[in-house]
């Protein structure tokens, strides 16, 4: 027997006295803990509902009817609308792996825009209405140019365009209001997203309607479109994203652009609930979107998370706010909690992150 042969039969001798099982990559010995973050990673806006129902729980087994009722959970909804809009465009940011410090002013700059140009200068309310929208799109444009094309690190580009914007709000109006009688006499139309409507118990504004109506649109547009799987992937991983045929800059612009087009949306929203046209109004949109996104399980780190949990965010914001403030106490601790919730999501997320780590 040949020295080549006699190794080849070596080999197989050993060969078959070898172990035959394969590499087992099931849940199979996972403890419990790792169960529920496994299913958590696949799950990220479970951890915001799971906090709203708790909320809700809690604040109902406390106040009693006083809090659960149709009046006061409508009520909550109201008061979140604005937020829940201006969060879906910071959600499209944050998704990138970016963050837009400048959105509340977008917002508050297409609304006076749209004010003035309809009460002051005599501009049919409609085309008022879409210049409004046509400024929140550019500005969101100039931020997307900024940060896709240029490079520029988003925090830095719209904390720059935030106080741009500010100025230019501030310049245009020379900081005067219009009251809200004016806006009603001269451009009602402005004023038609803070018309309620009743049902049963429950009180519900058309902003309301055009928050959940939005959410439920960019849900779609995320999960089951070419575009929103683009965004993902981007936020997840740029450059794998561009190697894989993703026009990266292409996209990510377009994402600014929907981002102040929403903005100016939320801005017709903010007419329709205070009723006049404010400059000083909305100042802390940008960061109340900020923080309905991170408590809505959105990770900071881009590829992961959705609108769905950024309404549900702005809901669990809105919910502890209302409770504490009839269980009666001091406003500061609402701030208190939402500090707290905001510093746990965020180690909740990156908890969750070490599944795929």
């Given at each position: 027997m040949s020295e080549t042969t006699r190794k080849g039969s070596d080999f197989e001798q050993g060969l078959a006295n070898s172990d035959t099982r394969v590499a087992d990559f099931s849940a199979r010995g996972r403890t419990p803990l790792q169960h529920l973050q496994h299913f958590l990673h696949g799950?990220?806006?479970m951890v915001p509902v799971i906090v709203l129902l708790f909320g809700i729980l809690v604040f109902g087994l406390l106040i009693g009817g006083r809090f659960f009722n149709a009046f006061t959970m409508t009520l909550?909804?109201?008061q979140v609308a604005i937020v829940g809009i201006v969060g879906v465009a910071q959600t499209l940011i944050i998704l990138t792996a970016g963050i837009d410090l400048s959105v509340g002013a977008i917002m508050v700059l297409s609304s006076v825009i749209m004010g003035?140009?309809?009460v002051v200068n005599g501009?049919?309310?409609?085309?008022?209405?879409?210049?409004?929208?046509?400024?929140?799109t550019l500005c969101g444009a100039i931020n997307g140019f900024l940060v896709a094309r240029v490079r520029l690190p988003p925090f830095i580009v719209t904390l720059g365009t935030w106080f741009i914007f500010e100025a230019v709000n501030f310049i245009y109006t020379q900081n005067a209001t219009i009251r809200a009688q004016d806006v009603e006499?001269?451009?009602?139309?402005?004023?038609?997203?803070?018309?309620?409507?009743q049902i049963g118990g429950a009180v519900f504004t058309y902003a309301v309607v055009a928050a959940l109506g939005l959410v439920a649109v960019f849900y779609y547009i995320l999960n089951y479109t070419a575009w929103g799987r683009h965004v993902y992937a981007i936020g997840d991983d740029e450059d794998a994203a561009r190697l894989s045929g993703i026009?990266?800059?292409r996209v990510l612009t377009s994402v600014y652009a929907v981002s102040g087009l929403i903005c100016a949306f939320a801005g017709w929203a903010l007419i329709g609930r205070i009723g006049s046209v404010s400059p000083t109004s909305g100042t802390e949109a940008n960061i109340?979107?900020?923080t309905a996104v991170v408590i809505g399980g959105t990770s900071l780190f881009g590829g992961r998370g959705s609108v769905l949990g950024t309404m549900v965010g702005a809901l669990i914001v809105g919910v502890f706010a209302m409770g504490l403030r009839i269980y009666g106490t001091d406003p500061q601790w609402t701030r208190l909690a939402v500090g707290a919730l905001i510093i746990l999501a965020v180690a909740a997320d990156q908890?969750?992150?070490?599944?795929?780590?």
């Open positions: 799950n990220p806006t909550i909804l109201q003035n140009l309809a501009v049919p309310a409609p085309l008022a209405l879409t210049i409004g929208l046509a400024v929140g006499a001269a451009a009602p139309m402005l004023q038609f997203l803070g018309k309620s409507f026009r990266s800059t109340q979107a900020i908890w969750i992150r070490k599944v795929s780590a």
